[in-house]
């Protein structure tokens, strides 16, 4: 039994390799660590390789208090390089990986058949193991969880027919003002950003879309209501992990009984604060 809500992120575990140095990452593992930040009790599944990197990874992660169900596989651990211009990211990511073939375990069904939250991307799933690990994950959890699809959209690793798969799957999605663009494009929808999102919500039966629009704003819709706040102004240091960290803390805030309206604010103060530090898990705000 778990004494708290029990929120999973499923997919990449990695280096982000950036030029002052390399910090631990991968969507899912920030996701884990902002909700869990949260009063949740978050877990990061994934792999890594049977090498010094995954070895080193599995200790940092550790060290931040992040619970992980993490497979050991024979494959190299994942690296990502990460070039900065004004503190924005440009990624250039590696293929075979260990986060590639993630295998389903009796551990990681059971893990998430008492989930309160999964969240899954897109990049994870350009691998058929760990694409039918996903599926199987999503499907494992109750009826009444989040499921949420981070669309994270990278490189040239996703499809229309994946994107349409993986929006079936869920019943919330978190996708960024750019991502949105794609998808207008890539499914015929509407121009305007409203009603793109609430042909969206509609086709696919979603209980909430978040959108984020970098500096600018954010805005959640749900059947009814739509919250928009504006993004603060801050020092950005730089800006990896800032979405995860918005997904993570609104998901824990929600689970643990705050309105969408608390739980966004609190998204939306945090992502900011990651956007000050180095990497994506700094410490929790004073």
Known sequence: MHSKPLVIGIGEFLWDVLPTGRKAGGAPVNFAYHASQNGVEGWAVSAVGNDDTGRDLLAVTASYGIRTLVATVDKPT???????????????????????????????????CGAGAICFGTLAQRGEVSHRTTCAMVEAVPAEAYRIY???????????????????????????????????ELFALPGDTDAACRQLAEQYALRMIVLTGGDRFSSIYTHDH?????????EV??????????????????????????????????????????????????
């Not at 739509?226 to 801050?234: E, M, N």
């Not at 960290?245 to 604060?273: D, M, N, P, Q």
């Open 226 to 234: 739509i919250s928009t706040l504006p993004t603060p102004r801050v």
């Open 237 to 286: 240091v730089d800006t990896v992990g800032a979405g995860d960290a918005f997904s993570g803390t609104l998901i824990g805030a929600l689970l643990t009984g705050k309105t969408i309206a608390e739980a966004h604010r609190t998204a939306v103060e945090t992502a900011a604060y990651v956007c000050t530090c180095a990497g994506a898990w700094p410490p929790p705000r004073k």
């Open 150 to 184: 981070d669309i994270n959209l990278r490189q040239h690793f996703y499809s229309q027919e994946l994107i349409d798969r993986s929006l079936r799957m869920a019943n919330v999605l978190k996708i960024n003002d750019d991502e949105l663009i794609r998808l207008q």
């Open 78 to 112: 994942g690296t990502v390089d990460v070039s900065l211009c004004n503190g924005q990211p440009t990624y250039t990511i590696h293929e075979h990986v260990a986060w590639d073939y993630i295998p389903l375990t009796e551990k990681m069904l059971s893990l998430a």
